[in-house]
């Protein structure tokens, strides 16, 4: 088995502790895919004391030849997106189709940001004085810790990295512990494309030892975690006694809303794609199916067909339409979920268990499950369970679902399939999310748009498109007054006289 190094001091090397953790593919764990260092804090100081010295030169590169070095990287990803998404299935479970799809993002991002080196705009505006210009720019902040989950290993570190190196910043980078191979081969390329090798480091491990000593190092003031909810409010403990800059993407709860006069092929095909997607293991994943009356059995009984027709499946194999789930933990969560459901008087109308046999028994397969009769208010409606299953609730009127949607502590993304203008309109108005699809599924984010959710979701700041730019710089504004005399803002007026 192939052992890995961090990357830290710009060099690959092996964890001052020497241990090492084993990555193992999910759909058949008797594959090994390498082993991973198993860092500690001491290897994050080592990190800390070289991206110091890797931000002094990055932030002295103009903002354009930092851009050209996003562009070299995205040109490098696309000649290896095959490559990548191949690894990216073997580690983390789902199907091709869908890891390409996370490299093209992360391509996406690379020449967003490569172009965005020749932007950065700040603001040029009139000063209320005669002879005084007033403008604002952007400064790169400092070393940035980057915590990534396991269900986006390509995309969400870049959706971090590449806007935060772009500004000027320097990053350490811990990568999902059950997806460190994606993490190394992004940083391999970030470091052929030319990145000055102290401005990225790379420290493997687990998220309580170097996750925390990320969060905890004075040395890195900034912070940009996507996670589990329940983790973010440990991240955001410290990082408030700190006084850090902090990302938070957490998270999610994302419902479905079917009406009267929806297209129901639409919506079927829809509801398939963002229930079970990735094995369900989406922040955005659809995991509540609202229907209205009229449609409710007929769209239930169709669904529930096309549903037991997926193949469960390795990701790497053609045909397959649902891979496995992460790992042990995420199928006794799931099993857990199950027997919650059940207990609170809902119908496992289909899946709900492991599968036998078929090929299936190495891995950490779980039937796609929907769940019929789930009332609003139950736990299964309510909390993130992370995998394929999908409740599904009768409404009655477009107030009820709306109240619906609304009443969960998250707010990431929401969907309506409807004809009817006003209610689509009223949904974009009303739905607490960050995202709102009509007659699209909740999954489907474009990387140069902003991303991110509201409530328990996330901390108000953005990932993508121009907002993330926000994050990862400080506003710096200046004043040049070239009168040759002392003009006194807010007491004395253009004029000369007294305000
Ligand atoms: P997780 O919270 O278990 O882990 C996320 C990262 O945090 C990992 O790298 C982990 O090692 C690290 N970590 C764990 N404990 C830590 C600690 N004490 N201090 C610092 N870091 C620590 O999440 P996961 O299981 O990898 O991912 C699933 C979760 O991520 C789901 O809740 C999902 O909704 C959410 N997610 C949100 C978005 C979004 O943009 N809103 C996107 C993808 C995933």
Redesign the pocket.
Known sequence: MKTFKNFIGGDWVPPISGEYFENRNPADVSDEVGRFPLSTANDVDRAVESAKRGFELWRATPAPARGDVMRRIGDLMVKRKEEIADLMSREMGKPLTETRGDVQEGIDTAYYAGSEGRRLFGHTVPSEMKNKWAMSFRRPIGVCGI??????PMA?PTWKMFPALLCGNACIF?????VPHTGHVLVEIMVEAGLPPEVIQLVHG???SV??A??NHPGIPVIS????????R??GETCGRMHKRLSL????KNAMMVFNDADLDLALEGVLWGAFGTTG???TATSRLLIQDRVHDELLSRLVEKTKSLKLGDGRKKGTDVGPLINQSAVDKVEKYVDIGQSEGADVLTGGRRPQGKGLDNGYFFEPTIFGRVRAGMRLEQE?I?GPVLSVIRFRDTDEAFAINNDVKYG?SSSVYTRDVNVAMRAMNELDTGITYINAPTIGAEAHLP???VKQ??NGHR?GGWEVYEFYSETKVGYLDFSGALQRAQIVNYLGTPD
């Open positions: 915590i990534t989950p396991f269900n986006f969400i811990k990568p999902a512990e059950d687990v998220g309580e996750g925390a990320i969060v975690f996507t996670g589990s909810t329940e983790t973010g440990i991240v993407e957490m998270g999610g293991q989406r922040c993130e992370f990431l991303f991110g959710g979701t996330g990932e």
